[in-house]
């Protein structure tokens, strides 16, 4: 199971804005939903959920840098719309998407 979960989690990335569900990881791995779950915390210190969240959250950053509007960011990442990536986009960095773009501009000006 573990190595299916690990090949899994090498294309997660890639794929991180599918529409993807427990039930839907699970069965990508072929798996049963718990021991799908298990596996993916154990590994990753994640539950499974919140280990896609952050891996959109992490590509809505880079999309986001690249001057992306936030509505086309959460599409392009999988989220329902912009005020569902604002809520998880806050929750992991204590600020809405145009704030972080805004704190990223003026550190790069400053050359941080």
């Avoid at 798996?31 to 969240?53: M, V």
Wanted: glycine share 8%; net charge positive.
């Amino acid at each position: 199971a573990d190595d299916r979960v690990q090949t899994f989690l090498q294309t997660l990335p890639g794929q991180c804005h599918a529409g993807w569900t427990l039930e839907a990881m699970a069965t990508a791995c072929g798996l049963r939903r718990s021991q799908f779950a298990t596996c993916i915390k154990r590994l990753t210190g994640d539950p499974p959920i919140q280990l896609l969240n952050r891996l959109r959250v992490a590509r809505a950053q880079e999309l986001l840098q690249a001057g992306a509007s936030v509505p086309d960011v959460a599409r392009q990442c999988g989220f329902a719309n912009a005020q569902y990536l604002a809520t998880v986009f806050r929750a992991f960095t204590g600020q809405s998407p145009s704030q972080w773009r805004r704190s990223e501009r003026t550190r790069k000006a400053a050359g941080l």
